[in-house]
């Protein structure tokens, strides 16, 4: 069974519309833990859009479970995790014009920055991850850099417009999981998974975790972030 990662990014979003001190994403992780999460994803973005250096600061101080901190293959951003030690870093491309996360990181095309980035992570012993799309390639690569995980972008699979489309991107994925599998690599997914989608990946043989944010999110605002916790762990656990 999958451990479920809860992304808290869009807690800190709803605050920062008025640049106030709520929603606190500090509360929402505490929440999340008691709902059942396994981990508490972030990601700090350059232009700091949603999460604030402060989250990151009192979340390493507050999280009991593991926290995983999604970060820019760029120096800044590396000197702010080898500051702050979380217990994962999950390395992400990232546009500032776009709304989220659109693809995975190309380590093909950007090995040399991306390694400068893995090898300081390692050697501080942080556990490091790759967001990469469900290729080959790109998990080859991966495994040469010598990180611990892969995680792989969900979001094709999500935003398949009908049944054939969601079966075919659900392939791709398991032959993907499989491929990582093979490397050693520990295989994570994640990006666009909601309440109805979510059940054919969580069954992927060998997926160790689930990292979920914005449905959580949404669900929250009608339900509690407890219990849309709650729910998301019980059907990541079905
Ligand atoms: N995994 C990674 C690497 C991400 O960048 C994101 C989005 O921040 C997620 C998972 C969660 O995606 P969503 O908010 O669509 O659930």
């Given at each position: 069974m999958p451990k479920l990662g809860v992304n808290i990014d869009h807690v800190a979003t709803v605050r920062q519309a008025r640049?106030?001190?709520?929603?606190d994403p500090v509360w929402a992780a505490a929440l999340a833990e008691l709902g059942g999460a396994d981990g508490i994803t972030l990601h700090l973005r350059e232009d700091r859009r949603h999460i604030q250096d402060r989250d990151l600061r009192v979340l390493k101080e507050t999280v009991q479970v593991k926290m995983n901190l999604e970060l820019a293959a760029e120096a800044e951003m590396t000197q702010i995790a080898l500051d702050v030690l979380p217990d994962q870093c999950t390395l992400v491309p990232e546009k500032?014009?776009?709304?989220?996360?659109?693809?995975?990181?190309?380590v093909v095309t950007h090995y040399d920055r991306v390694k400068k980035c893995v090898d300081q992570l390692l050697a501080a012993g942080i556990e490091v991850s790759l967001f990469i799309d469900p290729d080959e390639q790109q998990i080859a690569t991966s495994k040469k850099l010598g990180v611990h995980a892969i995680e792989l972008h969900t979001g094709r699979y999500a935003d398949a417009l009908n049944e054939k489309q969601q079966a075919c991107e659900l392939k791709t994925l398991v032959a993907a999981g499989e491929a990582a599998l093979n490397e050693k690599l520990l295989l994570h997914m994640g990006h666009g998974l909601t309440y109805r989608n979510v059940i054919p990946v969580a069954n992927i043989?060998?997926?160790g975790e689930l990292n979920i944010g914005h449905s959580i999110v949404a669900r929250a605002v009608m339900v509690g972030f407890q219990q849309a916790v709650q729910e998301m762990k019980a059907l990541v656990n079905s």
């Open positions: 640049r106030t001190i709520e929603p500032r014009e776009e709304v989220t996360t659109e693809g995975g990181l190309d043989d060998g997926v």
